[in-house]
């Protein structure tokens, strides 16, 4: 049974570009979380997604960035116009329901921002 | 506000000296807390989940307990292959099930 597939897992951009970032939930999960781990910091949650739906953005940066999880397909983070600061390793997470059970992580996706 | 802290931040063993890593918590209330193991360059391997206090969960060397305020991940007679960052995460009861972390435990077990 496959795991949390991301991709890519080492993007570089340079400041002003655009970053996509892709992941596919385990075989059977429909909620999808994606979090952010800057060096020496703890992740940080950004945002849960599920089929077509955003159900908590809270930690989403109010500008630049963006997410999707569409019906068929990968979940999306979108990064527009990124900077240094964005440089980061990014994760997704899912699970196969939102309350009782546990998240399982993928990778990663390490960005950087030259 | 919800808050995970992680103490120490790291910590160094010989092969089979066994250690406690701490996880303070405050949440407004707790669905669960959830242990993670992250190797360098990789995600979070998930270990496990506890829901009320008392609880405890084991698996080969390690051993997590529970209270209200805090949870311990025991460590008996660490090996080497032991050897990563320890992340603790919380879930509230309100709202929607994101995960609130610390900011983990450098374990390094030498030989």
Partial sequence: NAGVMQNPRHLVRRRGQEARLRCSPMKGHSHVYWYRQ???????????????NIIDESGMPKERFSAEFPKEGPSILRIQQVVRGDSAAYFCASSSTGADSEQYFGPGTRLTVT | EDQVTQSPEALRLQEGESSSLNCSYTVSGLRGLFWYRQDPGKGPEFLFTLYSAGEEKEKERLKAT??????????????????????????????????????????????
């Fill in chain 2, 66 to 111: 529970l209270t209200k305020k805090e949870s311990f991940l025991h460590i008996t007679a660490p090996k080497p292959e032991d050897s990563a960052t320890y992340l603790c995460a919380v879930q509230n009861t309100s709202g929607t099930y994101k995960y609130i972390f610390g900011t983990g435990t450098r374990l390094k077990v030498l030989a």
């Fill in chain 1, 38 to 52: 800057l060096p020496e910091e703890g992740l940080k949650f950004m945002v849960y997604l599920q089929k077509e």
